[in-house]
T-cell receptor, first 114, second 114 residues
Framework: AQSVAQPEDQVNVAEGNPLTVKCTYS??????LFWYVQYPNRGLQFLLK??????LVKGSYGFEAEFNKSQTSFHLKKPSALVSDSALYFC????????????FGKGTRLHILP | ETGVTQSPTHLIKTRGQQVTLRCSSQ?????VSWYQQALGQGPQFIFQ???????GRGNFPPRFSGLQFPNYSSELNVNALELDDSALYLC?????????????FGPGTRLTVL
C-alpha cells in the first residue's frame, strides 16, 4: 500500500537560515514523488517532482528536494528561508504501477521567523 | 495561478441534503481528480476521471459521484450529506493520464454541513 509520512507537524526557521521539511514514503512500485505548498484559503501549488534521474530535484521559488532510495525519503530544502515561505507543505507519492491516485502526507506547517 | 477554477467558493448545507460542486480544468487537460481535505489533514483521493470515464476511486462511498464533460468541466456530487462531509474539496487536472504527470489544483470549495 502507498503511504507518506511527514513526521513534523510544524517547523520553525529563522529568516535567512536553511530549511528542511522531512518526508518518507512507502510504495510497492517505482515512487513518483511530489511537493506541494498551500497558502491560507488557497488550493495546492505544485513545487517540484521526482520521476527519475538526478536525485536532487530543483523546483519553484528556490526549493529543491533530495530523493534517497535507501532511506525512502524525499526531503524538501531551501538554502535561505524567506518569511513569505511560511505556509503548509505537503509531500505526495504516486505508485508507478498506478495512474490514478496520489497519496498525500498530513502536511507540515513551516514558520519562517523574521 | 493554475488555470483550474472551482465554484462555489463556499457552501453551507444541512445533513441529508445533496450538493454539486463544479470544476473547470485547464484547456486540453483530459484528466480530473477530486480530493477531500478535512481540517488539519492532507487531501484524500476521491476519484479520477479520464475522457469522461471513471478511472480510479478511493475509499469513499457511492454517494460520492462525479461527471466529466467534453468541455473540460467536471462535477462532484454528494448525496445524503453527513456532518463528516464538511471539508475543503479540491479538484486537480492534468494533461495526460499517467503516474508521472503533474496535477494542477484549483482553489477548492469549502463545504460546511450543519
Amino acid at each position: 500500500a502507498q503511504s507518506v509520512a511527514q513526521p513534523e507537524d510544524q517547523v520553525n526557521v529563522a529568516e535567512g537560515n536553511p530549511l528542511t521539511v522531512k518526508c518518507t514514503y512507502s510504495v510497492s512500485g517505482n515512487p513518483y514523488l511530489f511537493w506541494y505548498v498551500q497558502y491560507p484559503n488557497r488550493g495546492l501549488q505544485f513545487l517540484l517532482k521526482y520521476i527519475t534521474g538526478d536525485n536532487l530535484v530543483k523546483g519553484s521559488y528556490g526549493f529543491e528536494a533530495e530523493f534517497n532510495k535507501s532511506q525512502t525519503s524525499f526531503h524538501l530544502k531551501k538554502p535561505s528561508a524567506l518569511v513569505s515561505d511560511s505556509a503548509l507543505y505537503f509531500c505526495a507519492v504516486r505508485d508507478g504501477n498506478r495512474d490514478d491516485k496520489i497519496i498525500f502526507g498530513k502536511g507540515t506547517r513551516l514558520h519562517i521567523l523574521p | 495561478e493554475t488555470g483550474v477554477t472551482q465554484s462555489p467558493t463556499h457552501l453551507i448545507k444541512t445533513r441529508g441534503q445533496q450538493v454539486t460542486l463544479r470544476c473547470s480544468s485547464q484547456s486540453g487537460h483530459n484528466t480530473v481528480s477530486w480530493y477531500q481535505q478535512a481540517l488539519g489533514q492532507g487531501p484524500q483521493f476521491i476519484f479520477q476521471y479520464y475522457r469522461e470515464e471513471e478511472n480510479g476511486r478511493g475509499n469513499f462511498p457511492p454517494r460520492f459521484s462525479g461527471l466529466q464533460f467534453p468541455n473540460y468541466s467536471s462535477e462532484l456530487n454528494v448525496n445524503a450529506l453527513e456532518l463528516d462531509d464538511s471539508a475543503l474539496y479540491l479538484c486537480a487536472s492534468s494533461l495526460l493520464i499517467g503516474s508521472t504527470d503533474t496535477q494542477y489544483f484549483g482553489p477548492g470549495t469549502r463545504l460546511t454541513v450543519l
